[in-house]
Nanobody, 122 residues
Framework: VQVVESGGGTVQPGGSLRLSCAAS????????MNWYRQAPGKERVLAAA????????EYDDSVKGRFTISRDNAKNMLYLQMNNLKPEDTAVYYC????????????????WGQGTQVTVSS
């Protein structure tokens, strides 16, 4: 099981970045997926989540209206489009393979990538 993030970098306030996460070693299309982020000196927090089919998404209030999580199950890829970036978005962003559920029964995978650094600075 492996998830590998890419696409981080340094951008000016108001700019955009698109993060990608390549998944392998598990049936990607069956698993709910998340993007977490961890700012310097702070705890890791959930930024965005998407169901296995992509029919539902959730966002932390701090990124609503600016970030969009999406997935391509045919390519085993997860994405995070980040627009109107702010300095407070500076963090390491982590791809997380969460769980697959059938009815009320869930199998937890809990697999993390190594993270990709996003820095928003003028």
């Amino acid at each position: 099981v492996q998830v590998v993030e890419s696409g981080g970098g340094t951008v000016q306030p108001g700019g955009s970045l698109r993060l990608s996460c390549a998944a392998s070693g598990f049936t990607f299309s069956k698993y709910h997926m998340n993007w977490y982020r961890q700012a310097p000196g702070k705890e890791r927090v959930l930024a965005a989540a998407i169901t296995s089919t992509g029919d539902r998404t959730e966002y932390d209030d701090s990124v609503k209206g600016r970030f969009t999580i999406s997935r391509d199950n045919a390519k085993n890829m997860l994405y995070l489009q980040m627009n109107n970036l702010k300095p407070e978005d500076t963090a390491v962003y982590y791809c997380h393979a969460d769980r697959t559920c059938s009815g009320h029964i869930c199998e937890i995978l809990d697999s993390w990538g190594q993270g990709t650094q996003v820095t928003v600075s003028s």
